[in-house]
């Protein structure tokens, strides 16, 4: 303020004038001070303002810049300021925290603890192929599908996956997982065993064979023995293994299920997004839209508490012919898994099979089998199939345990990465013999006389 300043110097600073010009001129650049601040506030901050302004004095900084005036009221008229009151409604996006409206999604995190643990237990099932002995790279091996653990010695999968004849020749593979910069952890297979167990739900009727659909054929499971070694002999054990176990509640919408599965053969990875369950009719399945892909058949379906609750075998259509075959759109011809592309087919959902029902099926298959079809007691002692799934209903070592934890993370230390320039000396492999096909043979019969399945 010019013009009050060149008034001020003019005065004599003892005249009482100039002590009380002094005052005013103070008194309003306090008010011109406090009003910058009260709109700097307004601007950076939109809340609710008070309908009655409050009045307030100065603070005692401002009392002693006045000279004391603000002190007493009759030399100081009162300061009118407007404070800012307690918001009654904020506005966004300063609201507070909430949900979605659509359930609770908040978990704690013993469930990434429990995943890490279950990870462990799921299988690429692949038909590896021996090297040439050319010196050649050793071909990709033959994708099957996904298994689990389901016992100390057992393994599930689907029968569509695994047939006993496939069992002999295929191995189970742990730890195809991927990691950062291109490395993955070193992978630990183990053999399958027919001749000790395996069970399977009855195969859908051939065409023209004259026999009828019964609901146990849409089961689509097997169970097989899974040897205690890996090829480089690394335990089973330590795994840990999905209880068999009838859940307390079905799933049912809106909860959710999560899968760990090796899609289309890939790295090992798990669906826990968009994994809603959704209505289904058949009491023996469950629907749910969790991805899935080729070759994901026979993954394990948990809950959020990781209670095995299904067995993932199938994708649902939204459009079928009379007959229940899977149609592109109404009218149009059935699809025969090539043409049209998968990709233009409208999927629904996907598919499990509910656990309870698996369970009830299998215990009447073990039991008709031991009775019928005793193991020998000559090579398998007193080993029965009945013996092996009543372990499988025992719980597994709990994922709070701090020795199976402890045992965890020394299998997983085994699995160092592939490309770690110090690896742990693995035993070389015996090499398997070399299977000449005779010719006019057929390649079952070429296995059966290598005594890839028992000799009746």
Known sequence: MPDDDTKLVEMDPEDAKFKEEMKRVRERRFAQRQAATMNHAQATAPVAMSEEPETVEPPPEAQEELGGAAASASDARPMRIEKPAMAQSIQAPYAPSRGDGDGDDLLGTYFLLAAASKRATVARLIIPHPPSGSGAAVPEPTKLGTGFLIGPSLLMTNRH????????????EFDYVSLPGSKSLRVHRHRLNPRKFFVTSPPPPQPGSGKSWTSKMALDYAVVHIEPLSTEGVPLLPRGYSQLREPATEPRQPDRVNIIQYPGGRHQK?????????????????HYLAD??????????WNDAWDLVGLHNAAVARYTDHRGRIVERPGADPWDGENPPANRIP?????????????????????????????????????TRTSQLEACFEPPPSVTDPEFMLKLAELIGKGQRQDDPNPDPVPPKPKPPLIIKRPGATLKSTMRAWGAFDRK
């Open 161 to 172: 996956v695994l047939t006993k004849w496939l069992s002999t020749i295929a191995v189970a």
């Open 270 to 286: 798990i669906a826990m997004r968009q994994n809603g369950v959704i209505p289904c009719s058949s009491r023996d399945h469950l």
């Open 292 to 301: 899935t892909q080729k070759l994901s058949s026979g993954s394990p379906v």
């Open 347 to 383: 999927w629904r959902a996907n598919q499990g099979v509910r656990l309870a029902s698996i369970i009830r099926d299998l215990q009447q298959r073990v039991a008709a089998l031991d009775k019928e079809k005793p193991l020998s007691a000559t090579r398998f002692g007193d080993l």
